[in-house]
Nanobody, 123 residues
């Protein structure tokens, strides 16, 4: 599986940004997808996940109500819409893939990460 996240950049606090992740190498619809992030000097943390069909999502408390994950199985792409951004959202964002035909949306259900994209939120 190959994953490539893109769409990061510099945004002011309160602004919005939309990240995308391109998936290739396998049948996309067989895998739940997730987003993680890693801030400077901190461990990687779970942001949220979406089921194989896209009808179920799960979010970290820190982003609930501000971030939305969606997927387009026809285009092999998963998105992360980030609204009301805060400086503490500054991090490298990674997409990740779960097990083939897996249904879990917990952080531990995801184990393969692609290249990340940097999001910087200025105050």
């Amino acid at each position: 599986v190959q994953l490539q996240a893109f769409g990061g950049g510099l945004v002011q606090a309160g602004g919005s940004l939309r990240l995308s992740c391109a998936f290739s190498g396998r049948t996309f619809s067989r895998y739940a997808m997730a987003w993680f992030r890693q801030a400077p000097g901190k461990e990687r943390e779970f942001v949220g996940a979406v089921s194989r069909s896209g009808d179920s999502t799960k979010y970290a408390d820190s982003v609930k109500g501000r971030f939305t994950i969606s997927r387009d199985n026809a285009k092999n792409t998963v998105h992360l819409q980030m609204n009301s951004l805060k400086p503490e959202d500054t991090a490298v964002y990674y997409c990740a893939v779960g097990l083939e035909y897996g249904n879990g949306l917990r952080p531990e259900d995801f184990g393969s990460w692609g290249q990340g994209t940097l999001v910087t939120v200025s105050s």
